[in-house]
């Protein structure tokens, strides 16, 4: 399943990217105002690889709120740190543009508003298909009542995945098309 939405992201031009990241990020907008987050909230965010959605414009669509970007170690580890400029990300472990930990601050997992969720694949139920190292499903499991919303491209929603037992279900789905509460 992994391979077969890895085909179907690099077949989305570089055009049709930009064009879903920024329909995305208007659905999400609208999500996190909903949300009534307090001025000086923590969104935790991430960086798009090349076939993921680019979150960066939500730093300019919502300058009250603080964004904070993982940092993965080895052996699925990871945490997060404040970032106010997503200029000031670097590329790290796995090619990922991160944080320096030098220049930007961990914060804690219960100081997380909301967390936004990369992933390979979703259900509109809100099952979710990593990369495989179990990232986040490690560290989402420390934030049970913090809430969730997972960030796919409409070409990369499946009917059905393959789930295991330590899979962590996203409540809520947004896409270039529509936000989808899972059932």
């Known amino acids: 399943m992994r391979q077969l939405a890895r085909e179907r992201a690099d077949s989305l031009t570089q055009q ?17 105002r909903k949300l009534s987050l307090p001025d000086g909230a923590i969104i935790a965010s ?47 472990m796995l090619g990922i543009r991160e ?11 219960d100081d997380l508003a909301l967390v936004l969720c990369p992933a390979s694949a979703y259900t509109p139920t809100g099952e979710r298909l990593g990369k495989g190292g179990a990232y986040y499903d490690r560290y989402l499991q420390k ?4 809430p969730k919303i997972g960030i796919i491209f409409s070409q990369l929603l499946f009917d059905v995945l393959p789930t295991e ?15 989808t509460p899972a059932q």
Not at 16 to 32: A, D, F, G, T
Not at 143 to 146: C, G, Q
């Open 16 to 32: 049709q990217k930009e064009s879903q990241s920024q329909s995305i990020c208007h659905h999400l907008s609208e999500s996190i």
């Open 46 to 92: 991430y960086a798009g690889l090349s076939f993921e959605p680019d979150l960066l414009e939500l730093h300019s669509r919502h300058p009250t709120l603080l964004f904070a970007y993982p940092l993965c170690e080895r052996e699925g580890i990871m945490h997060f740190h404040l970032v106010n400029d997503p200029k000031e990300l670097i590329s790290g």
């Open 99 to 109: 944080p320096d930990p030098t220049a930007h601050p961990e914060i804690s997992p």
């Open 143 to 146: 934030l049970p009542d913090t």
């Open 165 to 179: 037992q330590h899979d962590i279900i996203i409540p809520c789905v947004v896409t270039d098309q529509f936000v």
